[in-house]
C-alpha cells in the first residue's frame, strides 16, 4: 500500500520547536509529513530545520500560493491523508470552530475533507478558558480528534494542563486515526466511523424520592456522559442518551430521554434495546428508600428513624446479563477513592461488562475542583486484556479519546467478521 501522508500545521507557540522531532516520530510510524507553518510558527522553528527532516518543502504563508507553479491550498489538503495540527494553539482552534480561513493553515483547514487531528499547546488559563472549552466541543462535535494536552511545568512558568502531548503519542494517535480511514483514492464522505452503530449512553445522578420533597442524589453532574454522547454522535453514532436530572443542555444531535429514578432509566435503557454498545456513565443511587411517603415528613415525630432503603436494580448487570440483547460492547464506569484498578477489576468481574472506564473522584486525585462536577478528569480504561492509564485532560477530550476507543473497537471486530 502507498505510504500515506501528513499535513503537519504548526501553529506558533512555544511547542513549535517540538515540531523536527514529531516529523521524526511519524516517519518511525511509516508516515510521510509535509509542512506548513503559521506566521507566528517561524518565530519558534526554522522552516529549514523542517525541510531537512520532512525531506520535503515547506509551506509557509497563503502568498506563497500565488505562483502558478505552487501548490494550492485545496491541492495541499487534498494530498495527504489527514491533517494534523500540532501544537494547536488557542488561535487556531478559534479559528477552526468558526470557519475562518485567513491565512494559509485555516484555509488548507477548511478545504479538507480528511481526517484531522489536533495536539493543542497553551497556558493553562487559556486552555481553561470557556471560550476555549466552548471551541474544543465544537470540534469535538465536527469530528476531529483531539490529544492531550498534559500536564506539567510550562514555558510561561505556570503549572497545569496546557502542554503539548509528546511527539512519540501524537504519532501514534495519528497512526491509529489514519488506520480507521479507508486506503488512498477511495472516496471519504467523512471521518464517521461509528456511522450505522446505535449506542446507549446513561449519565448524571438518580434521584430516589424520600417524600414530596426530598430526595437521595449524588454529586454527578452529567458532563462526562453528556460530552461522550455528543462524542460518539460526531463520529457517526445513532446515540439514545437516558438521563438523570442535570442542570445541561441536551447534548447535539443525539436523542436525550430523562429520568428521575434508577428504576425508570432501567426501564428507558431496556426499551432502548438492541444496541451495538452501552455506555453506562450515570452515577445511579444504591439504594432509594422503600416507600416514597405522600405527604411531607415532618420534623416533630419520629423524622427519618424509620427510613428503610432497598437496594436499586443494577443496570449495568442487567445489559451485561441480558439472554437475548446484550450489547456487543458494554462498558461501565467506577468512581472510586481509592485502590482504583483493584476495585475496578473487582467492577469488570461482578458487572461482567466488557470495559471499565475507573477514575479517581478523591478530593486528592490532583484535579482542579475534583472530578465531581468539575471539568477535567483522569481515567483508567480495564479491560479483560489490558489496562490503559491516560493522562489528566478535560472531560471533552475524554470523551473524543474514548469514542475513538470504541471506534477502533468496532474497526477491529469488523476486521474480523
Ligand atoms: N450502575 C448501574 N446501576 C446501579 C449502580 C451502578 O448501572 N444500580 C453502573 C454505573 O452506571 C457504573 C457502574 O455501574 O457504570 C459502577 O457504578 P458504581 O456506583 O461505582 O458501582 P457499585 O456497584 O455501586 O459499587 P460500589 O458503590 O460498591 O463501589
Known sequence: MDQKRVLLIIGGGIAAYKAPELVRQLKAQGLATR??????????????????VSGDKVYENLFDLTDEAEMGHIQLSRDADMILVAPATADLIAKMAQGLANDLASTALLATDKPVMIAPAMNVRMWEHAATQRNLAQLAEDGIGIIGPDEGDMACGEFGLGRMSEPAEIAQAAKAM???????????????????????????????????????ANRSSGKQGYALAE?????????????????????KNVTTKRVETARQMLDACTACL??????????????????????????????????????????????SGHASQRPQLVVGFAAETNDIENYAR??????????????????????????????????????????LQWETMSKTAVAAKLAAHIADYFAATKEHE
Open 35 to 52: 509542512c506548513l507553518l503559521t506566521a507566528a510558527a517561524e518565530q519558534f522553528v526554522s522552516p529549514l530545520s523542517l525541510a531537512s
Open 231 to 251: 462524542a460518539l454522535a460526531a463520529l457517526g453514532a445513532n446515540v439514545h442518551l437516558v438521563s438523570g436530572p442535570t442542570a445541561l443542555n441536551d447534548p
Open 346 to 387: 473487582e467492577k469488570l468481574a461482578r458487572k461482567k461488562c466488557d470495559w471499565i472506564v475507573a477514575n479517581d473522584v478523591s478530593q486528592n486525585s490532583g484535579i482542579a475542583g475534583g472530578v465531581m462536577g468539575g471539568d477535567d478528569n483522569q481515567v483508567h480504561i480495564l479491560s479483560a486484556t489490558q489496562t
Open 178 to 216: 489514519l488506520a480507521q480511514t479507508p486506503a488512498r483514492d477511495t472516496p471519504l464522505t467523512a471521518a464517521k466511523p461509528l456511522a450505522g452503530r446505535k449506542i446507549l449512553v446513561t449519565a448524571g445522578p438518580t434521584y430516589e424520592p424520600i417524600d414530596p420533597v426530598r430526595y437521595i
Open 274 to 319: 438492541p444496541v451495538d454498545a452501552a455506555i453506562m456513565a450515570a452515577a445511579v443511587a444504591d439504594w432509594r428508600p422503600a416507600e416514597a411517603q405522600e405527604a411531607k415528613i415532618k420534623k416533630t415525630k419520629s423524622g427519618l428513624d424509620d427510613l428503610k432503603l432497598v437496594e436499586n436494580p443494577d443496570i449495568l448487570a442487567t445489559l
